[in-house]
């Protein structure tokens, strides 16, 4: 039972468009939203990430949105550029305990030039 | 400040073989995980070490997995003896509060 889903899989935009990836759970527990950035042959890079008691958060052309009682969360890249091209994870977790990461399957995306 | 370091960055064994992977956090962090993302598959958390003391290893696949952090600096992983499904990136991951940083990962492939 996947905790966190992702959509979608792969995603193609235009340099200067808009990219959105979105995120769903189950647990309502989770109250820790990341994104991480990922390129090839490197590590996950944190990105930007999200608490429950707000419903948005910017940091300069990426913004997480948030809606808790569609227990949903999304990444929107505004102006995307193609150094922007990677695979990009959304990840949740429970405060206390060990608070490790459950990671959505990730999302590839390729800003065209 | 460097980051979280992984060696080897690649290894290749057979299957019955040992491999012993090994990662440096970020000084100063008391939390150090491991990861694993097997093709296709999302990134699963493994185990959760606080300074030397293991937290939570309820991710670990199963009794060919040894993991230990002596002295609460570096961390080790050891796979003995490794089997084809356990081919995969391992990460590494510190923090010291919810925000942790990954390691570039060590990709393994059992033949």
């Known amino acids: 039972q996947q905790q966190v889903k992702q959509s979608p899989q792969s995603l193609i935009v235009q340099k200067g468009g808009i990219s959105i990836i979105n995120c769903a759970y189950e647990?309502?527990?989770?109250?820790?939203f990341p994104w991480y950035q990922q390129f090839p042959g490197k590590g996950p890079a944190l990105l930007i990430a999200?608490?429950?008691?707000?419903s948005e958060k910017k940091e300069g052309r990426f913004t997480i949105s948030f809606n808790k009682s569609a227990k949903q969360f999304s990444l929107h890249i505004m102006d995307s550029q193609p150094g922007d091209s990677a695979t990009y994870f959304c990840?949740?977790?429970?405060?206390?305990?060990?608070?490790?990461?459950?990671f959505g399957k990730g999302t590839k995306l390729t800003v065209n030039p | 400040e460097a980051g979280v370091t992984q060696f080897p960055s690649h290894s290749v064994i057979e299957k019955g073989q040992t491999v012993t992977l090994r990662c440096d956090p970020i000084?100063?962090?008391?939390?150090l995980y491991w990861y694993r993302r097997v093709m296709g598959k999302e990134i699963k958390f493994l185990l959760h070490?606080?300074?030397?003391?293991?937290?939570?290893e309820s991710g670990m696949p199963n009794n060919r997995f040894l993991a230990e952090r002596t002295g609460g600096t570096y961390s080790t992983l050891k796979v003995q003896p490794a089997e084809l499904e356990d081919s995969g990136v391992y990460f590494c991951?510190?923090?010291?509060?919810?925000?942790?940083?990954f390691g570039p990962g060590t990709r393994l492939t059992v033949t």
């Open positions: 991951a510190s923090s010291s509060s919810r925000e942790q940083y």
């Open positions: 647990n309502t527990a989770f109250d820790y």
């Open positions: 999200i608490r429950p008691d707000v």
């Open positions: 990840a949740a977790s429970i405060m206390g305990g060990s608070e490790k990461l459950v």
């Open positions: 000084s100063g962090h008391d939390n």
């Open positions: 070490f606080v300074k030397e003391s293991k937290q939570d």
